[in-house]
């Protein structure tokens, strides 16, 4: 089974960048669907967006426009770049795996994103 490490979290001022990564270890990542979640507090956990195994990509309406998810198979690594951050954003963002976008059954630790007004 794959397992997904988080990096890239930490402060940033509304309208800033942030790029997350999600390392996986494992021969087989490829194969899987990878996606990204969030959990703001008091927040139930969000699909933010996920990407195929042959690159098409999907996003929630939300960060539609403003975030970049993409994989790149051959350094067992996902991204997300995250343009235009706003306050809301605020979340522990989770790098997960599985068989279909919006669905995982493997998850990483979470990375922290605070986004400041």
């Known amino acids: 089974q794959v397992q997904l490490v988080e990096s890239g979290g930490g402060l940033v001022q509304a309208g800033g960048s942030l790029r997350l990564s999600c390392a996986a270890s494992g021969r087989t990542f490829s194969t899987y669907v990878m996606n990204w979640f969030r959990q703001a507090p008091g927040k139930e956990r969000e699909f933010v967006a996920g990407?195929?195994?042959?690159?098409?990509?999907y996003y929630a309406d939300s960060v539609k426009g403003r975030f970049t998810i993409s994989r790149a198979n051959a350094k067992n690594t996902m991204y997300l770049q995250m343009n235009s951050l706003k306050p809301e954003d605020t979340a522990v963002y989770y790098c997960a795996a599985g068989g279909w976008v919006r669905e995982a059954d493997t998850w990483g630790q979470g990375t922290q994103v605070t986004v400041s007004s």
């Open positions: 990407i195929n195994r042959a690159g098409t990509t």
